[in-house]
DNA sequence: GTTCCTGCAAAAGCTTTGCAGAAGA
DNA sequence: TCTTCTGCAAAGCTTTTGCAGGAAC
């Protein structure tokens, strides 16, 4: 039986990209965490296991990843880059009070636009934002 | 019969924002060109028109208008905030190659999820990402 | 006369780059 | 051994902030 690492490390090879510590640790803290994180929360949720990691190598490593495909890159405000390893379609929700970011289930299907005729469409992205039910909540 | 500008004063009175010359001229560009700018395209397009006119201005400019919500602030792309003025539900399809950002007509409503229930939505955005036609057509 | 806006400069914040040494294959 | 990654520091860019003078009402 294989390690959760011996199979990281076929995904990072199948990808072209080079293995090292470093890399198998962020893909599988953002292979357990999908909670959207920036690239400073990465570095800072890991500095425990990892206490030399430098920004300048999660930064090069979360392009890295986000290059071959491996994770996906979320721009939901301006200078907040958030990544997820989720590659499914779905949506996303922001919420305005507490900053957690939601996902939702969508079917990308369902958009055909004649506007976008003859366009090649590679990614699509969907976001919504206000307050969520556990906010809601708390307000009352 | 009133002219654009006595138009665009009412609207800023009524959004409560106090009018100015550059707060005329930054609203009026952005009404007549739906090219989704960036707070540096809309400097630099209005420097012949507003010889004086001041990164900070329009950047303090843009937000108040956002904040009142006269403008919508697209960020499909981390530190590249776009600004519009049509404020209907449409989506947003931006060419890798040229940087062209088109819209396109979406019905909003069709989304439903029941992951979202009992969330208060605010804001919807759609983003697309690809290669449009017309970059296309010049690879042949 | 007040209030709020403008514009200059400086600061802030996130991301990228350059480079020498280290690690991986 | 050769390539590529890591990590430090510095640079790059967009956006924000502070403040004095000026415009709007």
Redesign the interface.
């Known amino acids: 039986m294989k390690s959760a690492n011996e199979n990281l490390s076929d995904i990072l090879a199948n990808k072209g990209l080079k293995s090292s510590h470093q890399r198998l640790k962020i893909l599988e803290y953002l292979a357990n965490n999908p909670c959207h994180p920036t690239a400073d929360k990465i570095l800072h949720e890991m500095k425990n296991e990892l206490p030399t990691l430098s920004k300048s190598t999660v930064y090069k490593t979360l392009n890295s990843f986000v290059e071959a495909n491996l994770l996906r890159e979320l ?7 958030r990544y997820e390893y989720n590659l499914e379609d779905h ?1 996303h ?1 922001k919420c ?1 009070e507490c900053g957690e970011v ?5 079917n990308f299907d ?2 055909h ?1 004649k ?19 556990s906010c ?1 909540s708390n307000k009352n």
């Open positions: 721009t939901i405000e301006d200078r907040e880059i949506g929700f305005e939601y996902d939702f289930k969508i369902i958009f636009s506007e976008l005729e003859g366009f090649k469409v590679n990614d699509k992205n969907i976001y919504f934002k206000g307050v969520c039910k809601l």
